[in-house]
């Protein structure tokens, strides 16, 4: 949501001044266009918007493709969205000022890419985006963490972007920072883990997670031998790990997991299930 709390828009006013792409489009004879002001009031924040110089920088981040579904929460005048729309991707903008909804959808239209990039007027915290697999995001840490929940339960490896704020305790997989910026040029990365804590059978073993976001602990118990694992970490439903002197690479699908461990296959099902 290309937006902050109002103690910190005036910072970025100069930045708007260089970026804005916001700048008042055709409308009807008589009808005065509308321009968002930077530091405007909204439903939970501020406006501010996205350098342009950042959001390419994101959605490289992102690694966005034409197969892609994203979603901007708090769309703004609607720049993330085309810009991923004029890469090929399917993308959508969820913004609850209907000023701005007009404003995005103009420009999409302007920008002729109607077809990839949609905006709805909408509460972040009440709509459905459940089916992308890039989301970006431009909010406060109070509000970022407010969505985490719902974030976490994205299926595995939908990808997280976040303009300047972080997720609390949730660290990071990749942070980049912006050239040509003056205010606000850092962005955040996180991929959604697959969810693996538990108790798993493993070709006549047993494996023990513990699951601290992408992070994870554990052992490997053969019989009255109990191995820890290191090295143990979740990208998407993509999991590594050690146990003693080998290394486990495998996927996560549901209620198995499988791959390989010296060049053999292993495989795990959740005990249980």
């Given at each position: ?6 103690s910190?828009a ?32 909204g ?17 490289d ?11 901007d ?19 959508r ?15 999409a ?18 709509s ?28 595995p ?13 949730w ?12 205010a ?5 990365k996180w ?5 693996v804590?538990g ?6 073993k ?15 118990r ?14 998407g439903?993509?999991i ?21 461990v ?12």
């Amino acid at each position: 949501m290309k937006r902050v709390h109002k103690s910190v828009a005036a910072a970025v006013v100069c930045a708007f001044a260089l970026h804005g792409n916001a700048a008042a489009l055709a409308q009807p004879a008589g009808v005065a266009a509308y321009q968002p002001t930077v530091g405007q009031s909204g439903k939970d924040v501020v406006w501010v918007p996205t350098p342009q110089s950042l959001v390419d920088r994101m959605l490289d981040m992102a690694e966005l493709t034409p197969q892609d579904r994203l979603v901007d929460l708090g769309s703004g005048d609607g720049r993330t969205v085309i810009t991923a729309a004029q890469r090929g991707a399917t993308a959508r903008g969820i913004e609850f000022n209907p000023d701005m909804v007009a404003l995005a959808k103009r420009a999409a239209r302007d920008a002729g890419v109607t077809d990839k990039a949609t905006f709805e007027h909408g509460d972040i915290f009440k709509s459905d985006f459940s089916d992308a697999t890039v989301v970006t995001l431009f909010l406060l840490p109070a509000l970022n963490l407010k969505l985490r929940p719902t974030l976490l339960d994205m299926k595995p490896g939908t990808r997280i972007v976040s303009n300047s704020f972080t997720m609390d305790d949730w660290e990071p997989d990749e942070t980049v920072s912006a050239q040509d910026c003056s205010a606000y040029c850092s962005a955040y990365k996180w991929v959604v883990p697959a969810k693996v804590a538990g108790r798993w059978t493993m070709d006549g073993k047993e494996l023990v997670l513990d699951q601290t976001f992408q992070k994870l602990t554990g052992t490997l118990r053969d019989g009255g031998n109990a191995i820890p694992i290191t090295d143990a970490r979740l990208n998407g439903e993509h999991i590594e790990f050690s146990a003693g002197a080998q290394t486990y690479t495998g996927r996560v699908s549901g209620q198995q997991m499988q791959g390989k461990v010296g060049g053999k296959p292993w495989t795990a099902t959740r005990a249980g299930s």
